[in-house]
Each structure stands twice: as C-alpha cells, then as structure tokens.
C-alpha cells in the first residue's frame, strides 16, 4: 500500500494540478460531445455492418434497389375524379423537383403518362377517360388505390445511409409543403407517413425526451442522497462528481465516433448509478477518518490507500461484465458495452482525484468542529439496521442459503420461456401520431413487412428466366397464401405488358421493360442482371414473433430449394424481415451466453487478482441467484426482453458483483485488524452498509428516471434494472454475508486442521527420531 500512499500525498500536494487537468479534460470533451451522431432505430443499429447477411443486404439490394418510400396518403368521396387526380398530379410534379426525391408513384402518374402516351399531352383527362385508363392499368393501380376512397402517393427517397439526418430533415419538410402547395378539393384530406417519417418523429421524440428524463434522474437522485447519505458532510457533492465523469464519457463517445442511439442512452444512468456509487465509496471513508479525529491530510492519504484499490477491483470487474456485451453481434448492445466501459473509467477517475481533492479543500478551508464527547463512531441507523439483518442471515444460513437456492433454480428454467418482443414499433410511444397515422395507413394497404429475393444472372430479362420469376411467383402465393399477400417483381409487368404471356422473343422484352414507368423499372430491375421478388407479407414480425418469423424465413428458403431456379442463375433471400430476424434470434441465444461469459471472465479476474479460490467465488455466485430471481420476476411480471434487458445479465454481474467486492474487501481488512470473522462482519455491515445503501438508493432513483420515458423500451429497462439493483442489494446482505462468513469459517477450519495435521506429523517424526536415537 506504499504506493497508494505516495498517491494520496500526491493529491494532496498538487490539487491546483488535478483541477486545472479537470478542467481541460471537460473542455476537449465539450468540443468532441457536439461530433455525436444521433441515430433511431435504424438497421445499422441492430445488424452488424461485417456480417455476410448484412453485405448482401446492403451492397445487393440497398446499393441497386434501396430506397425508402415516405407515403402520402389521400381520402376523399372519390380519390379517382378529376379534380383530385388534377391535385395528386401538382402534388406529384412538385414532389419530382424536391432535391433527393428519387421517384414518385401514383395513379395521377399512371393517368397522366397513358394520356400523354395516346395524346401526346401529359395531363389529366375526361372522367370518361379517367375510368378507362384505370380500368386497364391492371395490378399495378390496386397497390396504390385499393379503393375508390383511399390512394397513396409512393415518394421514393435514399436510405439513412445516404442522407444526413438534416438533409433528411429538409427532404421531408419539403414534401410536407407540396402537399399544402397542391391544393387539394375541400373534403379531402391528406396524410404524410411511411418509414421516413415515423423515423424522423422518433428521433424528434427521442431527442426532447432525452434531456427531461436525465433531469429527473439528477432531481431523484438528489432526494435519495439528502435521504441516506445525510450523516455525512456535503451529502450532494456525489452529483457533481459523477456529473463530471460523464460529461469526459460524452466526450470520448465523440473521439471515438459512438453513435447516441435509443440504446446507448440507456448506459448514462447506469454510468450515473455506478459513477456515484465510486464518490460515495471515497466519500463515506474520508469522512469515517476525519470523524475518528484525524486530519484532512491524514484522512486524505487514509481513504486514497484503503479505498483505490478495492474501487479499482470492483470498475475492472465490472468492466469483464461489460465486456461480455461486446461480444453479442448486435452493434448497438456493442456500443452500450463501449459507452459503460469508458463511463465507468471516467468516473473512477472523477472519484479518485476531483472527489478527494474537493473533500479535501473543503474540510481545510473549513474544519468541521472536534466530536463531542461520548460520540459514537459505530456508523448511522442504516448501518445498525445492516448489521441486524447481516446477524439474523448468519444465525439462519441454511435456510437462507436453501430460499436463495431454490428461487434461483426456478428463476433460471422461468428465464428460458420469458418471451422476446419482435416488433420495434412496440419500442415506442404507442399514442404516437406518426405512428397512429402509419397504423391508419394499414388499415386500407396491408401491411409492409415484405422479403426479397435477389435473383442475379448474365440476363434475367431471358424469358425463361422471367417465366421462373413468375412460376415461383404463383407458387409462393399458392403454398403460402396464408401469409404471402403478393408477389412483384419485373416478370409480373412484362407479363401483364405482353397480355398474360411472357413473350419468347427476347427483344420484344426489352421493349416493354423500356416502356414501363422509369419508377418500376428502378424498383425492381438493375441493369439485365440483378432483379428482385418482393413477396410482401403483411406485418408477419408484428403477427408471428421471433420464433414464428425464423420458421417463416425458413419455409420460404425451403420453396427457392424445392423450385430451383435455371441453371446459371442465383437467387438468394434478404430483406430488412430477414434481417431483423436475425438481430431478435441473436439477442434470444446471445443473451444467456453473454451472462456466462461475463460469469467466467470476472471469475478468472478475480481469481487473477487475488489467487485465491474462495475470493474468487464470493462475488459470482450471489449473482447467479440474482439472474435467477430476475427470470421469476420477467416471467410473472409478464415481461419481454428488448435489446436492452438483454443485457440485464452483464448488467447485474457489473452492478451486483461491485456490491458484493466492496463489502468482501471491507470484511477482510477488519478481519485482519479484529482477527475473529463475526466481529469483523459486524463493523464491515455498520461501517460500510450505509454506504452501500446509498449508493444503490441512487442507482435506484436514477433508474427509476427511466420508467418516465415515452418508449416502453426504455421505461420497462428502468423497471427491470430498478428491481436488479434492489435484488443485488438484498443478495449482498443477506445471501452474500452468509456465503462469506461460512466459507471463511470453512477456511479457518481447514486451517486449522491442516495445522494439527503438520504438529501431528512433527510429533511422530519426533517420536520416530527419539526410538531410532534410543535404540
């Protein structure tokens, strides 16, 4: 402990330095916070951009065919008469010219372009005229105008990964003028929606609901500080503290380019949490010293020496918990991981130095008054209440340890049938209007989950190539008509174009390709050799679930299997369904393999750092209780994991595993100043269980913070980690404090044993030497 000496002298000798460091550190990180990009819950978010599922996404089928499609939708008596088709025209031509728009869809289109094709004028005709245009458009007009009261307008616009969010921003704005500029008849109504849009809103959302739900966590947290941490001097000076370290985090999130998504804010309250947790620790024992009567210096050097380390073993152990989320392959669980792991670096740091120095100043500057006489040092109420239940645990371990036992068990086979929920728009506010008016939009269209098949080949425009597209086409509509809605690709045109028939001649294809509005020919062809089949499936994800959407994916796979394309020709399934799918089976699998990771890593840590087996063990096994009490309660509460309570199980190894370490390292310090292990429980329980109780008390309000945000991913990750943190509290008095005393009490026996066994071998061998002598 030399060295942490020097370093408490250090500090105390050079607080001009540490704050001026201090100081700096916040200004660089200022500068870097405002280079966070902001993301939604977009696909890059949950799919990792080095996967195989994800390059063939992107670079097939987003490079030739990604576009978003925002929607306008248009009711009215009629949306088929001349004067609303006149005003779908304006709003269309006006759409065209808004910079990023890539094409335009709409009956007004399909109207106007066979208009201009007969009469050579681009304009909407007699209601005559209009009725037999649409009477022989064929399937193309039913996806746009299921009925003559409802219509949509399709505005093709580049993916997330093409535009900024302020150039998105503007696009969209823009097409909302349009609409206003059109001019539609009185008694019809318009309605902007689509993916875009909603996008847009729930980032809107997102960012105005950010900063009130972290000002709740700093109001909360205030009230459980000014509750349970009152016995000591400067009670709120934890917030600051902590306020401090992550405002160094939100800085290195901009050096090193971590985008500020849905899930990466969840980590600041559990930075907040543990960050304040680190303040108190140094807190609560500076002030233990100074109340024992020594100085600001001694008391300084006091808490740097005894504290650091035990604070560093808990970060680094929290840390191996977080680890384990980097290895989940979904990309934003790895930037939470990330977020966590630099966060509680900073505020160790923040702790360790700015914490102790402002103590320190405060108590010279001002030197609290000498103790009276007869004034107790045995702690606060809560600690007495502490070391009450900590005694009552101990006289009763077997039928604590067997209560623990049994709940975990029964948690942990409860945890395998908790559900999983697949639909990212249940993430949301549900009163949303974006999403209210996507929901009204539905209602007449179908839903919008859909797969595509890309179907590579030197010429897929060869008609027996497009007489495959169309077989397969019928055959999925026919084998899976209970969930195939439609099936579109270039051959159902070409086919329609050619009067039911698939013309043989080659260019006779080509021509009618060339023929069709510039729009199809985009969404469904790239030059002659990439096509795709969009089989449109309704809202299959929202509808089937995890399980149900794989075993969907899996049939269809299946079907391309069973009809086997022409030789030459490759045709392989994507589509952001897929995708998805594939995010919601990783986090299903991912989540229980993360735990046990984390289990292993901060295991081998442990044992690493103390070389001992029983220190190693102390701290992870409470946690497994921990896990399996959360399985009963996500079970019964008749909660569904997220990908964020799919890291609950890194999360309660960091949160619980930190508890258990700071009361394990206390224990022993007064088991080797006290010598009997009862007694040194009993101070550990009064000296640190206040400080514990604290610290969890705050963890407990911020996250409670998060309860009060309008997405339900958020709000039921506050309660899941709000009931984690009380478990982990419980755990540690109760579960822990038996396992510690009676594995020590097992060691001290073997000990023991060992030793007479040592003194009973040097008897014989003495005895022996004694008959070899004598004889």
Partial sequence: MIGLERLGVWITKNPVIIIAVAVLLTLVSVHYAQQIESTGMTTESFVSKDSSLYQLYDHLYQENFGADG??????????AKADALSASLRLSDHTKMIPNVISVQSIADIVADAEYQSSGIRRIPSQERIDEILADAGSSVQGLMPDSRHTRMIVGMPTTATLTESQRGE????ISSAVDFAEFPAGYSTTVTGDPSFQAAIQEVMNNSNGSVLLLCGLLMIVALLLVFRHVRWPLLPLPIVLLGII????????????????????????????????IQFHNRIDEELIKGKSSVEAAISTVNHVAIPVAIAVTVTEAGFIALLSSTVPSINDFGKVCMIGLVMCYLSALFVNTTVLYLSERKSPRKKKAEGHSEDGSAIGAFIENVANFCVGRWKAVLAVALILALAGNYADTMVPIETDTKNYIPQDLSPLIDLNHMKAFFGGTDSLKFLVQADDVTDPHNLRWMDDFSNYLLTSREDRTESVTSIATYVKEAGGGEIPDDRTQIREIIASLPEAVQDTYLSGHNLAIVDVNIGDAQTNLGTEGMARLIKSYEDDLAW???PPGVSVRITGQAVLMATVMDALTSGRVEMSLLGLVLIFILLLAIYRDLIKALLPVLPMLVVIGWMGLVMYYGGLKYTPLTATLGALILGVGSEYAILMMERFYEELHNVGDPYEALKITANRIGSALVASGAAVIFGFAALMSSPFNIISNFGLVTVLSIVFALITTFTVFVVLMIRMEIHREVVENAKQELKKAIALINDQSRRRINGN
Avoid: K, Q, R, S
């Avoid at 925002?70 to 949306?79: A, C, K, P, R, S």
């Avoid at 696009?171 to 823009?174: G, H, N, Q």
């Fill in 563 to 565: 009809m086997t394309p």
């Fill in 70 to 79: 925002n929607i306008i939708l248009i009711e009215g008596d009629n949306v």
């Fill in 171 to 174: 696009l969209l704005a823009e």
């Fill in 248 to 279: 160094w985090t939100v800085g290195a999130m901009g050096f090193f380019h971590i985008p500020m998504g849905m899930v990466t804010f969840a980590a600041f309250p559990i930075m907040i949490g543990l960050g304040i947790d680190y303040a």
